[in-house]
């Protein structure tokens, strides 16, 4: 029986192993090191605050594996021996395979500050960092001050996380608005507000010069490079990204730029080897997508389109319209199609706030088709399968916005502002 | 640590309450503390002041506490702590608690006099008698434990719907389901029942909470019921006459437009109660597969067996017997069906163990006409909890959430639609998914049910290839 070897069992190296159970009978082994289950690891920050357990953000029941002949191996694959078509762990255990996907997923990024290693010091992304921040700040008696570096989603959870403990936190932004390479102007706006209404005391514009140790080799101090300041702090939470976590491939003969190198087959430049998830890079970029896309519904796409292909069934990885979600703290974001921060040429943004600065869409269109090419909406739900279809008929903005009712997707009895947001169109129209 | 254990073991240190918090809560205890000393036999004086005064303090406590708690944070999910807290994480605080409730049901069913009530009707002691200002106010008699019974009952979804209504003030689904939740309370089970008691009380007593219906009322067709209705001149014909029509047409007109939660969660006493005094629990309700097999086997079993009593019991009064091929229908059916179910099973275990099992143990597992619903809900309802697409990011807050034990996740990491017999439509699931996925709707029967294997986002010729081979 041919065996398949999963090397990671986040949601992309899950996906595929349920998908191949689905259409085949071959033998599957993922491996992973951090936990013995698969769990969601977009839920890391409910554990601390309190909203789930740990077992929670495990989707399936224990049982589900046995039931489902998907074996199961705790382990940290050190090597890839392509040739032999094996795997060679750091306990100096070997597995053989026939078909491997790795599927290995980011880690952290950090970018040499001095003192980035000390105690106290970490990042969010594993079940351990998780364990690190239960211990570097259980409270603010033990954490009296917590800095995060890098403004972007997994700042912004860790920063609500620490802030739901009510310990004080600073989030240095090194752009002069909260994540806004991608959100446009309004919304960048729009959270910066909140998160200073959440008592998060946001440093726009400012880079992390340096992480100063006490005697004990603990974090004692950051500085801030722009002001020189210097921030007394228990804690430290490295959120600037993440990338691909790709070390023990190096010393094989598996091709890597940033991540492993994949074709739209989702196979690397070595037969039988596949990469997915956060791990894979795209040779060439698919449309507007980057090459490495690091979000849960990539890694789940690319496992549904993998498993086809080992089933004998290929197919290429093309993933439909680009949509994505997050909170910020209370505020729902949503986002279908593409709005860059900026338009691009011959684009416009048409962008409507609601009065309590918490609620807003902003529409990218084509200036001269009408095109609707993308919407972003905070504080308000959408369909996502109207939107997938509007995006490809090619609607209008006007359509767009005479059907917005058909999208809603808020809970019944919520305010609806279709009408508002028509009329400030047409008024923008006129003004413009 | 070990490899899976839970992180709730780091319990952070509490957050500290201001001055109007503690007032609140002080209030409330004190109001509180009043029943506890009535219940452990202290006969108030001036029982009318002091029932006054601890009904006041306990809504007006709960109220003030509330409003200080939720006020001043920005308005969205408040879930901080759940599983850190030893009342909602089945530690000792919610242990203690379960285990007064039990104790109190257990007194109120079988041992009413250690609440102080006399059988005899002529003077009540403790508990009983602190409520007999208020009994002789509705309707000329003085109490018994079942109008403590209600009365407190009424007060708890009053005053802790007031602060869920608080805790979830940015959504308006919940707003309006819990205004009518209080109102069908206060009034359709408690206000108007008891002063129509009172306006009537030369008739027979009959059950007069019209929402009540049969078989969650299980004692509506029986022989003493049914006479005293018979006998109860025109209200009670007309509760005879509303209640088999409720029960026959109405609910599963109703259902069908919008599924079981007008009732579960809008209108229902046992279910106004779990949404309000039962939200601090409703995430411990199991959500294994196991606890869903056992789910279907007891609610569907305890509905054959009310339909078996009742068929009986019918019967038994139409023949003029009171026997079943010569056994008694009373000892045999009606009676054990009584203490079994409507007292153990709804009470003593459906409220008793909210702070261990959850707030919906009678509802998941038990209620008859849930049950009824429940089989509308599934096979032929409009109503049906809405996937958004491939937006899930199967982070497992609305499994936790859902008190009736539903692994919502499981349907939408599918991209696939909620259609369960179980769901009672609170809205829950969707106000705490954080990425929007889930909505309760009414909508065509054609494709409620979608079951999917790749998620919509995806390539759409393989989304239509691996998706069409499902069925
Ligand atoms: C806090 C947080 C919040 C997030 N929230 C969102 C969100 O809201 N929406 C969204 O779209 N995305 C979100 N993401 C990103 C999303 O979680 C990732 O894109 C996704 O989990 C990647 O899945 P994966 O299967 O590719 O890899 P992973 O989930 O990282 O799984 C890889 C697994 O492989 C194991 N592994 C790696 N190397 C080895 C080795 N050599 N030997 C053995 N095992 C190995 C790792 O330990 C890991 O368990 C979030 C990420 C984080 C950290
Ligand atoms: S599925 Fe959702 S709406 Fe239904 S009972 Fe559970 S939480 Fe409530
Ligand atoms: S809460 Fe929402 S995102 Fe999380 S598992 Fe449920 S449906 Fe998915």
């Not at chain 2, 409330?28 to 219940?39: D, Q, R």
């Not at chain 2, 202290?42 to 002041?49: D, G, K, S």
């Not at chain 2, 006041?56 to 879930?79: C, D, E, H, S, W």
């Not at chain 2, 608690?97 to 609440?115: A, E, I, K, N």
Request: glycine share 8%; proline share 3%.
């Amino acid at each position: 029986m041919e065996h398949i070897v999963i090397i990671g069992n986040g949601i992309a190296g899950v996906t595929a192993a349920r998908h191949i159970r689905k259409k085949s009978d071959k033998k599957i082994t993922i491996i992973s090191e951090e936990s013995e289950y698969f769990f969601s690891r977009t839920a890391l920050m409910y554990v601390y605050m309190g909203h789930m357990k740990f077992e929670h953000t495990q989707p399936y029941e224990n049982w589900f594996w046995k039931k489902n002949k998907i074996n199961l191996k705790q382990g940290f694959v050190q090597q890839v021996e392509t040739t032999l078509k094996r795997l060679i762990f750091k306990n100096g255990e070997e597995l053989q395979y026939d078909k491997l996907i790795i599927a290995t997923g980011s880690k952290p990024n950090k970018f040499g500050w001095p003192g980035q290693d000390l105690k106290g010091v970490q990042g969010l992304y594993s079940k351990q960092d998780l364990e690190n921040v239960s211990l570097n700040a259980p409270n603010n008696k033990v954490c009296k001050q917590a800095v995060i570096v890098g403004g972007g989603l997994i700042g912004i959870e860790l920063a609500e996380m620490l802030r739901s403990r009510g310990i004080p936190v600073t989030f240095l932004v090194r752009e002069s608005s909260f994540w806004n390479g991608v959100l446009p102007k309004g919304e960048s706006e729009l959270i910066n507000k909140h998160m200073i209404e959440h008592h998060i005391d946001l440093r726009l514009s400012s880079n992390l010069k340096e992480i100063i140790s006490d005697e004990s080799g603990k974090v004692k101090a950051i500085v801030i490079e722009e002001t020189g300041e210097v921030i007394s702090c228990d804690f430290v939470g490295l959120t600037a990204g993440v990338s691909p976590n790709i070390n023990f491939i190096k010393s094989s003969e598996i091709e890597i730029n940033r991540g492993v190198l994949v074709n739209r087959f989702l196979e690397t430049n070595i037969k039988d080897v596949f990469a997915i998830g956060d791990c894979a890079e795209q040779r060439e970029a698919i449309g507007e997508r980057r090459a490495i896309e690091a979000v849960w519904y990539t890694g789940r796409m690319m496992g549904e389109t993998v498993a086809q292909t080992i089933c004998g069934n290929k197919i290429e990885y093309k993933p439909g319209h680009w949509f994505n979600s997050a909170k910020f703290l209370d505020i729902e974001y949503q986002t279908y199609g593409w709005v860059f921060a900026k338009p691009r040429e011959n684009e416009a943004h048409f962008y409507w706030e609601y009065s309590n600065h918490k609620i807003c869409i902003n529409i990218n269109y084509n200036k001269t088709t009408k095109q609707f090419i993308g919407i972003n909406t905070f504080g308000i739900r959408m369909r996502h399968e109207v939107f997938d279809k509007w995006l490809t008929e090619e609607k209008t903005i006007d359509f767009v916005l005479e059907n917005l009712k058909e999208a809603n997707f808020d809970p019944e009895f919520f305010k609806k502002y279709e009408q508002e947001i028509s009329a400030a169109f047409k008024n923008q129209l006129i003004t413009a | 640590m070990s490899k899976n254990s839970s992180f709730s073991i780091s319990n952070p240190d509490k957050l500290k309450l201001d001055t109007v918090q503690k007032l609140g809560l002080v209030l409330a205890l004190l109001g509180l503390s009043i029943i506890f000393l009535a219940w452990f036999g202290i006969t108030f004086p001036y029982p009318t002041a002091f029932l006054s005064i601890s009904i006041l303090f306990i809504f007006g406590g709960t109220v003030i506490y509330a409003r200080q708690t939720y006020i001043n944070q920005p308005a969205g999910i408040k879930n901080n702590y759940v599983w850190f807290n030893s009342l909602s994480n089945r530690g000792v605080l919610g242990w203690l608690l379960g285990m007064v409730l039990t104790l109190f049901y257990v007194l109120l069913y079988w041992f009413p006099s250690y609440l102080g009530y006399d059988a005899n009707g002529v003077a009540n002691t403790g508990l009983v008698a602190l409520f007999d200002p208020l009994s002789l106010f509705f309707k000329d008699k003085i109490a018994s434990q079942w109008f403590v019974y209600g009365t407190l009952y009424t007060l708890l979804i009053t005053s802790l719907g007031v602060k869920f209504m608080y805790k979830y003030r940015h959504n308006r689904y919940q707003l309006i389901r819990t205004t009518v939740v209080i109102i069908s309370q206060l009034l359709l089970a408690y206000l108007i029942p008891e002063i129509l008691e009172g306006l009537n009380s030369d008739l027979p007593y009959f059950a007069k909470d019209i929402k009540n219906m049969w078989p969650l009322n299980y004692y509506f067709f029986e022989p003493w019921h049914l006479d005293n209705m018979r006998n109860g001149g025109t209200l009670g014909m007309l509760y005879l006459v509303m209640g088999i029509f409720m029960f026959l047409v109405f609910t599963p007109i109703i259902t069908y437009y919008v599924g079981k939660r007008w009732y579960c969660s809008w209108v229902c006493g046992c279910g106004g109660l779990a949404e309000t005094a039962g939200d601090s629990f409703r995430q411990l309700s199991s959500k294994t597969v196991s606890s869903w097999k056992i789910e279907r086997w007891m609610i569907h079993t305890v509905m054959v067996l009310i339909f078996i009593v009742t068929a009986v019991v019918l019967y038994g009064y139409f023949t003029n017997t009171g026997e079943f091929f010569g056994i008694s229908i009373y000892s045999y059916f009606s009676k054990p069906y009584g203490f079994l179910i409507g007292a153990m099973f709804s009470g003593v275990v459906g409220v008793g163990f909210y702070p261990v099992l959850g707030s919906r143990v009678w509802c998941r597992f038990g209620c008859p006409l849930a049950g009824y619903m429940g089989l509308f809900q599934r096979f032929k309802s409009r109503f049906r909890i809405t996937t958004n697409g491939g937006q899930c990011i199967s982070c497992g807050n609305c499994s936790t959430y859902c008190e009736q034990g539903i692994d919502v996740r499981a349907y939408a990491q599918k991209g696939e639609n909620i259609v369960r017999a179980s769901c009672v439509g609170c809205g829950i699931c969707s106000a705490v998914c954080p990425r929007g996925v889930l909505k309760l709707e009414n909508g065509p029967e054609e494709g409620r049910i979608n079951p999917t294997d790749v998620l919509l986002g995806n390539d759409v010729d393989l989304m239509n290839f691996v998706n069409k081979k499902q069925d």
